[in-house]
């Protein structure tokens, strides 16, 4: 069983910037990739970045290109998720996701993650 929790969340005008972080802890788990995902009200969830673990590879949505940065400490099992130039339209729940097995599909889809965060909400003004 793999825990993840996130932190760093809050409310931030718009042109403003967060990072996000997510700490994976368990026993005898392996990390394969991590990624972020948002969901805001009454739209569904969304894939925001990943990052492959060995290489670091990374991979974004349209949408946050340019914007959000994903980065890894492999030492501490924690990633990260740099946000400037937030929008309004960024508002959303912002989840982390942990794939621990060997996997063919697309890390852009939610369904190929193991073990989810509870969610941090992030809030901009405009």
């Known amino acids: 069983q793999v825990q993840l929790v996130e932190s760093g969340g809050g409310l931030v005008q718009a042109g403003g910037s967060l990072r996000l972080s997510c700490a994976a802890s368990g026993r005898a788990f392996r990390i394969y990739a991590m990624g972020w995902f948002r969901q805001a009200p009454g739209k569904e969830r969304e894939f925001v970045a990943s990052i492959s673990w060995s290489v670091g590879n990374t991979y974004y949505a349209d949408s946050v290109k340019c914007r959000f940065t994903i980065s890894r400490d492999s030492f501490k099992n924690t990633v990260y998720l740099q946000m400037n130039s937030l929008k309004p339209e960024d508002t959303a729940v912002y989840y982390c996701?942990?794939?621990?097995?060997?996997?063919?599909?697309?890390?852009?889809?939610?369904?190929?993650?193991?073990?989810w965060g509870q969610g941090t909400q992030v809030t901009v003004s405009s």
């Open positions: 996701a942990a794939r621990t097995k060997t996997s063919a599909i697309s890390l852009a889809w939610a369904g190929g993650y193991d073990y």
